[in-house]
């Protein structure tokens, strides 16, 4: 029976990568002129059209981005590592990866390691490789001193023979953005150092960890991609209420009045910073905001907000 390896991937790997990726999208679609959904195949779309379908490991172009930032990053920490990409291969073939992330945030989360991305190639499905990606994290979180690995993947207990048990819920929430009367300062800021949130909570919008999604949305990497550059994307440095906080103002492809939300503080979100966030998106054109936020602090975004029902879970294993 072949061994299953597990290291550290390299910018080699990333056409292993790649199609990874692709090989689990079942059909490769782009609106026509008309906006019907045309089937088309992989190669004529363009780059945009192919990271619609599921981010920047859809092409190998993106794909070599994202995964530099991550290794670049790594190798000038001179601590704990803000990302590591993990690839697992049988007979020297790269067939699935995952990305992991230590963080440090408020209860319930802790010194954490994050599996936030855990991939496997179709045709190797049933092949152990996510279970050995799984047990490769447990035993680097261990070895970081780290308290618990996380995930958010419902499935993780059928395919993981560590204890799992759910952590976290999140769940996706939309309110209208108001004027206001509060006093708060906001001023662009673009400096993508993960260091600026560590110990920080991110009360709005973590669908993974706090560490992964200020990786992948805050720094400014896809500018050379058209179509992503269009996109309007806000980053701000908030003061108000005496609490200072990032907000991450991302329009949604499909709604250039809606915004994604994303929000990363030392403290609790008071009703003067929500209505701070509220304000400033107002300003900026967005008439509705979107979220992910903890069932508990729902209340907190006032009762005009409504749920569509998409609730994501975070599971945790104890670690060192």
């Known amino acids: 029976m072949s061994q299953i390896i597990v290291r550290t991937a390299t910018l080699d790997d990333t056409a292993a990568i790649t199609a990874i990726h692709a090989s689990n999208i079942a059909r490769w679609q782009r609106l026509g002129e008309n906006g019907q959904v045309q089937d088309v195949p992989y190669e004529a779309l363009t780059i945009h059209e192919r990271w619609l379908h599921g981010g920047p490991w859809m092409s190998l172009e993106t794909c ?160 050379g991609v058209p179509a992503l550059r269009r996109q309007r994307i806000e980053r701000l440095r908030f003061s108000a209420a005496g609490s200072n906080f990032f907000v991450l103002y991302v329009e949604s492809p499909f709604d250039p009045r809606l915004a994604m939300v994303y929000v990363w503080a030392a403290t609790v979100l008071s009703g003067p910073v929500l209505a701070a966030i509220s304000d400033r998106a107002h300003k900026l054109g967005f008439r509705r905001l979107e979220t992910l936020i903890r069932p508990e602090q729902a209340g907190s975004l006032g009762p005009e907000a409504e749920t569509d029902g998409i609730t994501q879970e975070i599971y945790s294993v104890e670690g060192g």
């Open 64 to 223: 070599a981005i994202h995964l530099n930032h991550l290794l670049s990053l790594t190798a000038s920490a001179s601590t704990l590592p803000a990302g590591i990409p993990l690839v697992a291969e049988i007979d020297g073939r790269v067939l699935a990866e995952a990305e992991v992330f230590p963080g440090n945030e408020p209860p319930p989360f802790g010194e954490h390691l994050h599996v936030g991305v855990l991939y496997v190639h179709a045709e190797a499905a049933g092949r152990g490789l996510e279970q050995a990606l799984l047990a490769h994290s447990v035993a680097l979180g261990k070895e970081l001193g780290c308290k618990r690995v996380t995930i958010a993947n419902a499935d993780v207990r059928d395919f993981s023979a560590e204890a799992w048990q759910p952590l976290a819920r999140v769940q996706r929430m939309t309110w209208p953005a108001r004027t206001g009367q509060v006093f708060y300062q906001s001023t662009p800021h673009r400096a993508g150092d993960p260091a600026q949130i560590q110990g920080w909570a991110m009360p709005l919008g973590r669908g993974q960890s706090a560490l992964q999604e200020w990786l992948m949305r805050w720094p400014d990497l896809w500018a």
